[in-house]
């Protein structure tokens, strides 16, 4: 039975999402990359282990994953990446005083409808204070009820899916992993809408 904080196990959207990033590793070097509910940390782990200048975060109200991050920096080699405790929807010293960011990631992120605003204020308030930036997102559809879409419109933030077979991630197996198995995972990329709200 998993235990309730998510965060100590690798799911298979970070598998995903890795995946992506792995297809794109050249555009990588120098980037900007902010991780948000790390948990294990595999997509910002293989972003820094591909030249990227990597922040990972999770709850600071969620110590162990915070330990977890940091236990997945050590064990590959990545002491120096920093680890910051960040709640989703709240307005913190440690949010105001990120470095610019070009891309955040999060994988499987919108995991329980409650907390799908909280993301959101969240990556817009990064967004608009980093326009230029993405949220690249993994996410396994659990319910056909669940969906942003309303959120993304009220934030002003827009979305274009990915297609998995698109950076071959539209198999049961992964890098030799087994963990997307039988899931049905997404991936899209939210940035701020346009005046038009395109």
């Known amino acids: ?96 005083a990120l470095p610019p960011i070009d891309i955040i990631l999060g994988s499987d992120v919108f995991f329980d409808p409650k907390d799908f605003e909280d993301i959101l204020t969240t990556v817009y308030f990064l967004l608009e204070r980093n326009p230029h930036a993405q949220f690249w997102t993994t996410y396994q559809v659990r319910s056909a009820d669940w969906s942003i879409e309303a959120l993304l419109c009220k934030w002003k933030l827009k979305n274009i899916p990915v297609p998995l077979r698109s950076f071959s991630a539209d198999k049961e197996r992964l890098g030799s992993s087994s963990l997307p198995g039988r899931h049905t995972i997404e991936m899209m990329i939210i940035s701020l809408a346009g005046p038009d709200g395109t």
Do not use: F, M
């Open 1 to 96: 039975v998993p235990d309730s904080q998510y965060g100590l196990y690798a799911w298979p959207c970070a598998v995903v999402l890795a995946q992506y990033l792995w297809a794109h590793r050249r555009s990588l070097p120098g980037k900007r990359v902010l991780e948000v509910g790390a948990g294990v940390s595999l997509p910002g782990v293989l972003a820094a282990k591909c030249g990227a200048e990597v922040i990972l975060s999770d709850s600071e109200e969620l110590p162990r994953c915070l330990r977890s991050c940091r236990r997945s920096c050590l064990l590959n080699g990545l002491p120096r990446v920093p680890v910051v405790g960040l709640t989703w929807g709240r307005l913190s010293p440690q949010l105001l």
